[in-house]
């Protein structure tokens, strides 16, 4: 899998295939002609964006995602690959039949690793974590207590200095970055549970009947707080070309892992494929390790 993630949102576009090459042509003037294996999610925010039928089939042979945004910014739809591992069609039918039980068990490691993350996300901000290691050994099985609204209400009132966030505050422009870089975080995970022989919608927390990427939504919890600290860091929080280039390339950058430096796509691969080896059975627990940021090298 390749880490490339392209964005059409500023102008209007058309999408078509020639030789294996993504073709995207703006006013009649081709833009760029890209391999679909280099790619790993094409994200289509403008709403005058037409593409072929040919785009859809190859990017699905490629195992890249293709991704609408609404006028928000939130992702509308997703087109996955139907085939993407060999085991597939038994991990479909083991997640199918996975017990309430240890649903919950993996609700919680995933609950616990977000809020450490957020922890970790405040001390950087703000210098203190505001006392959110101490609720992490508070989350039981499932979470019955709701400490993840508990930590996240803590969260988002300190997070941004000014005190006036809300997060569902639509006239906020900080939120137009959160959505649009929860939408590429989404779609990364949704790649990497795909890779794995996964099934999106089999979720083991987000359950809504209308949500066909539940699952994706439950693993990308612990990793938004890498959006929020992007976001934190603008000094003016504006949906521009320039900002969406900062939150896909913060999202592709390396961070430290158990000594060793991973791009986010494959930590997630990672966290995918350990989910995988809980349903089939091969191992109790999620892969769920603390990410630090790389260090900065010393000039030279």
């Known amino acids: 899998m390749t880490d490339r993630v392209l964005d059409i949102s500023e102008q209007p576009a058309r ?8 073709i995207v042509e703006s006013g009649g003037v081709e833009c760029a002609a890209i391999p679909c294996e280099e ?3 094409v994200v289509i925010g403008h709403r005058q964006v037409s593409l072929t039928q040919a785009v859809l089939s190859e990017l699905a042979k490629a195992g ?9 910014f939130q992702p509308a739809s997703m087109v ?6 060999h085991a597939q069609a038994e991990r479909f039918r083991r997640q199918a039949d996975m017990g309430e039980a240890k649903k919950k068990r993996l609700w919680q490691s995933v609950v616990r690793a977000k809020v ?3 922890a970790v996300a405040l001390e ?8 959110l290691r101490a609720l992490i050994g508070r989350v039981r099985s499932g979470d019955p207590d709701n400490v993840e609204a508990r930590a996240a209400r803590r969260y988002w009132s300190r997070l941004f200095e000014d005190g006036t966030f809300r997060r569902r505050d639509e006239e906020d422009t900080r939120n137009h970055l959160l959505n649009y870089g929860y939408a590429v975080l989404r779609s990364i995970t949704a790649r990497s549970i795909c890779g794995a022989g996964l099934h999106p919608s089999f979720s083991l927390f987000h359950s809504n009947a209308a949500n066909p990427f539940g699952l994706a939504d439950d693993l990308m919890e612990p990793f938004r707080p890498l959006v929020d600290l992007i976001v934190h860091a603008e000094k ?7 900002t969406k280039h900062k939150l896909i390339a913060g999202l592709l950058s390396r961070y430290v892992v158990e000594d060793e430096e991973r791009t986010l796509p494959d930590i997630l691969v990672r966290l995918a494929q350990s989910l995988a080896a809980v349903v089939m059975g091969e191992r109790e627990k999620l892969w769920l390790p603390e990410l630090k940021a790389v260090p ?3 000039d030279e």
């Open 15 to 22: 999408l078509s295939i020639r030789n294996g090459l993504l």
């Open 39 to 41: 790619l790993a999610a």
């Open 64 to 72: 890249a995602l293709l991704v609408t945004c609404d006028e928000k």
């Open 80 to 85: 996955l690959p139907l085939d993407a591992h």
């Open 116 to 118: 450490r993350s957020q």
């Open 124 to 131: 950087r901000a703000t210098g203190s974590d505001e006392g």
């Open 236 to 242: 003016k929080p504006e949906l521009t070309a320039e």
């Open 296 to 298: 900065e090298q010393p």
